[in-house]
C-alpha cells in the first residue's frame, strides 16, 4: 500500500504558485465548526491555504475569528482570478448582491441562512465545472436544517451529483491506511440489499477503478468487494445476493480488465494482512466501509466523490455545533481534505467523463 | 479501558496446579487446522495448557504432531480428574467405545468423522454443565460437513445453546482493543431489522452485563448500543428502528441500573476517541461488530458465548483446511481463547442464571 508515502510526499511538496484555478473551500453550516477549522489550520499551517479561496461572505469567517481571538488578515477576492498576498486567507463572496447573508449566532444554526449555505456550494460547484476552480473543499451543512429550507438531498454528494448531471457518484472515505468507496449510503439498512443491483455495481467500480486511476494516479488498480452478508453469505446458507447480485459485476468488471476481488467475508477483509493488498475496497452499505475507516482513523479521514465532473473532498466530521467558536475543535480532517483535493488536482491528467 | 492490563495481568500470574476442574478444549474439524493451533501452542507455551484436557481421539493430535515433526508427550486421561504430568498433553476421549474415530485425512473434511466431532464438542459440554470441567475452548468446525450430516445449527454457538436449553446467548468477540456483542448472528442482511424487538435486546443487553460483571469482573460495566441505520436512522430520516425498537430496550435497561448509552452512529462509535469509553459495544448485527474487531486485531480476537450456564471461548478463525498440517498457521487466537476462557474462570464468583 503506498498511502502513507504518497500523503507525507504531498506534505513536503513545494507548492506552486502559478495562477492555476484556485481550490475552492465552502464553509458549509456557518454556525458549526466549519469556520473553526478553517481558522485553526489556517492559523498553525498558512501554506496549506497557498492557492486557495474560501467561497463565503467574508464576516462568516471574520467574527469567527473575533470570538476565537485569532488575529488574521483577509483577502477580499473578486474574481476567482485575484491573487491572494502570502500570509492572506482568500475570501470570494459567490452569492448575488441581491441575497442576503444574514447574521450567524455560533453554535445554533438557522433556516435563515440555508438558502445561501446552498448557494454557496452550488456557485462553487459550477465553478470547478467552468473551470475557474480546479477543486471543491466542504465542511460540513447541518442537513436537517437544509432539509426544512427545501434543500431535498441527503447531503452533499447527491446535490454535487445533481448539479453536474451524474445519476452516480460513489463516496469514498480515504485514510492514509485505508480507501472504502460504496455502493450506497444515506438509506435505512433494511432497504440495502433491495436496491443492489449488478449493473449499477458494475457501474460503481468502473467509476472507483477510473478515479483510482487519474485522481490518484495508481496505475493499476486493485479493488476487493465485500459481500452483503456475514462470511459473505458462506454458499448461500446466510443470503444469496453475494451469488445473484456481486459475483456477476465482479465477473464483468473482471472481463473489462480491473484487477478485483471479491465478493469476500467483509468482518476479515479489513484486517491489516488483508486490506494492505487493495487499494480501495468497495463496500456494500454506509457503515460496512465507515466502521473500519474510523476504527483505524483519529479523524483524520477524508470523504471524497468520486464520478463528479470535478474533483470534492470534504472532512468526514459533522457540524458540532455544540463546539463551534470554542476553539476546541481537532482540523485535522480538514487538513487532510485541503491536502487530498490537491494532490488529486495534481493527477488530473486526463478529462474526467463516465458513460452514465 | 482496563483490557490490556488484566491481560498482562493473566499472562504473567503463576497458574495453579491445585486440582479444581480442568478446562476442556475440543478441536472442532480434525482434517482442518485445530489440531496445528493446538500442537504448536503448546510447543511454543506448555504452561497455557497446565489444568487443560484436549477432548479429542489422540489420534487426531498424534498423527498431526507426526505430520508436523514435532516431538511431544501425551497423556491419556481415562477420566477428568486424571493428573497431567508436567509437559505432557493431556488427552481425554470422550467418544463412546462403540463410536469410531475413523482416521482424518488432513486438509480434507469428511462427513465420517462429522459425528464424532459433534459428540466431541456434547460431551465437553456436557461435562461443564456437570461441573467436571470448567471452560470450554472450541477450535473452528467445518459447518458445511456438519450440516450435511444433519448438524442442524448455523455454528456452536447456537448448538450450545440449544444443549444447555438457553434460548437466547450472546456472541461475543473480544481483543485486548475493544469487545463487542451481538444482538444478530448468522443471517442475511436484509432479514436482520425484522427480527430485531425490544425484549430480546433487553435480554442481550441484560445478559452481556451480567457477563462483564461476573466472568470479567467489571464491578459497573459500561455499554454502547449501535444504531441499526446510517447515523443511527438520523432522527428517523434514514430509518425508524433506532425509535421504535432499540431506544425502548436502552430506556428499560437504564431503569434497571445498567450504564448504558445509545443508540449510537455505529461508525463513530469504534473511532479510538469513542470505544475507549466502554467495557463493551453491542451491535445489531454480525459485521457490524466483527469488522471493527478485526480491523483491529491481527488474528488475536476471542469469540465467547455469554449466557451459557458455562464458559465457553473460541477462536476468531476458520479451519483453513488448506493450511492444515503445513505448519505455517497462527495460533496467536487460541492462546487467546485458552488464556480468556482462564481469566473467566478465575472470576466465576456466582453462578449464572438467567430468567429465559
Known amino acids: 500500500m503506498q498511502l502513507s508515502n504518497v500523503k507525507v510526499a504531498i506534505r513536503h511538496a513545494t507548492l506552486s ?3 492555476s484555478p484556485p481550490l475552492l473551500l ?11 477549522c478553517v481558522l485553526l489550520a489556517f492559523q498553525a499551517h498558512p501554506e496549506l491555504f497557498q492557492g486557495l479561496i474560501i467561497a463565503a461572505p467574508i464576516h462568516w469567517l471574520s467574527e469567527r475569528a473575533e470570538q476565537l481571538g485569532i488575529q488574521m488578515n483577509f483577502h477580499v477576492c473578486h474574481s476567482l482570478e485575484a491573487t491572494v ?13 441581491d441575497m442576503p447573508s444574514l447574521p450567524v449566532t455560533t453554535g445554533t444554526s438557522s433556516s435563515a441562512t440555508a438558502a445561501a449555505v446552498i448557494t454557496c ?5 459550477r465553478a470547478c465545472m467552468s473551470g475557474d ?5 466542504t465542511a460540513p451543512i447541518e442537513k436537517a436544517v437544509l432539509r426544512d429550507s427545501g434543500f431535498d438531498f441527503p447531503g452533499h454528494t447527491e446535490f454535487l451529483a445533481s448539479l453536474s448531471g451524474k445519476q452516480r457518484v460513489v463516496m469514498m472515505l480515504a485514510s492514509d491506511q485505508l480507501r472504502v468507496a460504496l455502493l450506497t449510503t444515506h438509506m435505512p439498512l ?9 449493473a449499477n455495481i458494475l457501474n460503481d467500480l468502473k467509476i472507483t477503478h477510473h478515479d483510482l486511476k487519474h485522481l490518484f494516479g495508481i496505475a493499476t488498480p486493485r479493488l476487493a468487494l465485500c ?30 480488465g480491473m484487477l478485483i476481488d471479491g465478493p469476500l467475508p467483509a468482518d476479515t477483509l479489513f484486517s491489516p494482512n488483508v486490506r494492505c493488498h487493495y487499494d480501495a475496497i468497495v463496500c456494500c452499505y454506509h457503515d460496512q466501509g465507515l466502521i473500519p475507516i474510523k476504527t483505524l482513523s483519529f479523524g483524520d479521514a477524508v ?26 475543535v481537532s482540523y485535522s480532517s480538514m487538513m487532510e481534505a485541503i491536502n487530498m483535493a490537491r494532490q488529486m488536482s495534481q493527477h488530473t491528467l486526463h478529462e474526467v467523463t463516465y458513460a452514465d
Chains 1, 2 share one sequence.
Open 190 to 198: 433494511k432497504d440495502v440489499a433491495g436496491v443492489l443491483n449488478s
Open 17 to 19: 504558485s502559478s495562477k
Open 133 to 137: 476552480a480546479v477543486a471543491l473543499i
Open 26 to 36: 465552502t464553509l458549509g453550516e456557518p454556525a458549526g465548526i466549519g469556520p473553526d
Open 85 to 97: 498576498p502570502h500570509g492572506h486567507l482568500g475570501c470570494w463572496n459567490p452569492l448575488p448582491p
Open 121 to 125: 456550494i452550488e456557485l462553487a460547484a
Open 303 to 328: 470523504n471524497i466523490t468520486l464520478g463528479l465532473p470535478f474533483i470534492r473532498t470534504s472532512v468526514d466530521h459533522g457540524t458540532a455545533m455544540d463546539r463551534a467558536g470554542s476553539g476546541k
Open 227 to 256: 459481500g452483503l452478508n456475514p462470511h459473505a453469505g458462506e454458499q448461500q446458507h446466510f443470503g444469496d445476493e453475494e451469488m445473484s447480485i456481486l459475483t456477476p459485476a465482479i465477473e464483468q468488471a473482471q472481463q473489462e
